[in-house]
């Protein structure tokens, strides 16, 4: 036994020791001294003897969507490297770009001369497999131009060994520009057609035409905290698609499920919403509203037939009490008072639930455009976020059907009290 095992053992080595020389008569080895000496941008600017050191930084600026030229010392030899694994059927090694130390997948560079004339190019596109990369080497494009570090390497392996840099800027001024004065004119429009138009509002003032309203009435009705919400998501979407487009120069592929899942939850929600108002019997509501807004009219009147004296204690309990008395009478008419308040409020007060669902969407909104400053992208929100966004606006729909639709009339106030005794006849 011990023989056989010894024979073994010994015809193992043998095969082993011939088998490793017919490998590596088969492999390439890639070569190990290349060295990247400079790059540039392409084609280079001309300028004159006299230009400042300002204007040959200027010129030599690169950006994203142009291309660069590395001079590569060995270049040759990657291409005898390529032509050996190309002729023995191994695996092609890819030569990518290298910069700030992150590979460039999908940036594949091309001779434009013989290899011995040691140039390649690259075009700088913001591709699928470069993202990640390309997110990290845009990172704060709103600071100002730096030189980055240059190499070229294999798309697994690490770069070659360089010291060149190039000036480079993240964002373009054209796109910014152009990028700033869209958002600029959308917000402006927006804002515009928020406050001046019925765009996220509820129906318009219904006051009765003989009751005189105790202030001059407001133009239009109460904001809609569906409609708000759908118009804030809309917003944050659009201004990350725009500032994403502007630094990337991706048209394609900048929308992702999270944006579609988080405007499908808005319009869902103002849907609903809508649904519910039309099927709880307008008119009804409307009669009684008309009663409310009637009987709040009268108490104003006759609150402000008898004012105490100004400086009293009674003095800032009638000016809180007809205050409340007012701001119902809005209500009761379907007057705006204000867009924080009419988000959060039914016909009788502030509810939980629409804070609720008012405060989730501010905070994610808020976190999807910070992430978009980031990564350079849509942001990849989780199920629980989404879940959670989904189950306030859930919550509302589910609540918005048992808030009361008609302003109730405020309590009056205790007997015995300036504001309700009778004014005393005056004599002569």
Not at 270 to 278: E, F, K, N
Not at 361 to 381: C, E, H, Q
């Amino acid at each position: 036994m011990q023989m056989v095992r010894f024979i073994v053992a010994a015809l193992a080595a043998l095969a082993m020791s011939t088998a490793s020389p017919a490998r590596a008569a088969d492999d390439c080895p890639a070569p190990t001294d290349i060295v990247v000496q400079s790059a540039q941008r392409y084609p280079a600017a001309k300028l004159d003897d006299n230009a400042t050191d300002m204007q040959r930084r200027d010129a030599a600026i690169i950006e994203l969507g142009e291309t660069i030229e590395l001079t590569i010392k060995g270049l040759d030899k990657l291409q005898a490297d390529a032509d050996c694994r190309k002729s023995k059927g191994l695996p092609k090694r890819t030569l990518v770009l290298f910069l700030g130390g992150q590979a460039m997948k999908g940036l594949a560079g091309y001779a434009p001369q013989p290899p011995a004339a040691e140039k390649m190019r690259f075009d700088l596109a913001h591709t699928d497999e470069s993202k990640t990369a390309w997110a990290l080497v845009l990172a704060k494009p709103w600071a100002r131009d730096r030189d980055v570090d240059v190499s070229a390497g294999y798309a697994d392996s690490h770069p070659f060994n360089s010291n060149a840099t190039v000036p480079f800027r993240k964002l373009p001024i054209a796109w910014a520009v152009l990028g700033c004065l869209f958002m600029f004119a959308l917000i402006a429009a927006f804002i515009a057609l928020l406050l001046r138009t019925d765009m996220c509002r509820e129906g318009r003032p219904a006051i009765p035409s003989d009751v005189v309203p105790p202030a001059p009435p407001t133009a239009y009705g109460p904001y809609s905290l569906s409609k708000v919400q759908a118009g804030i998501w809309f917003l944050v979407i659009l201004g990350a698609y725009i500032f994403v487009v502007a630094v990337t120069h991706d048209l394609s592929g900048t929308i992702n499920t999270t944006a579609l899942a988080l405007m499908g939850i808005g319009a869902a929600t103002m849907v609903g919403s809508a649904l519910i108002t039309t099927n709880q019997g307008e008119g009804a509501n409307a009669d009684e509203q008309e009663k409310s807004a009637r009987a709040i009219a009268d108490r104003i009147k006759g609150l402000r037939a008898n004012p105490p004296k100004a400086g009293t204690p009674e003095a800032a309990v009638f000016k809180k009490q007809l205050n409340d008395l007012e701001l119902a009478f809005k209500r009761a008419t379907n007057q705006s008072i204000g867009l924080w308040r009419d988000i959060v409020s039914d016909a009788n007060g502030v509810n939980f639930h629409r804070f609720q669902m008012a405060a989730w969407t501010v905070v994610l909104a808020f976190i999807f455009a910070v992430a978009v400053t980031r990564i350079l992208a849509m942001p990849d929100f989780d199920n629980t976020l989404l879940a959670l966004q989904g189950l306030s606006a859930g919550t509302f729909l589910g609540l918005k059907v048992s808030e009361p639709k008609v302003t109730s009339v405020p309590g009056e106030k205790p007997a015995g009290t300036a504001a309700e005794k009778p004014a005393a006849p005056k004599t002569g």
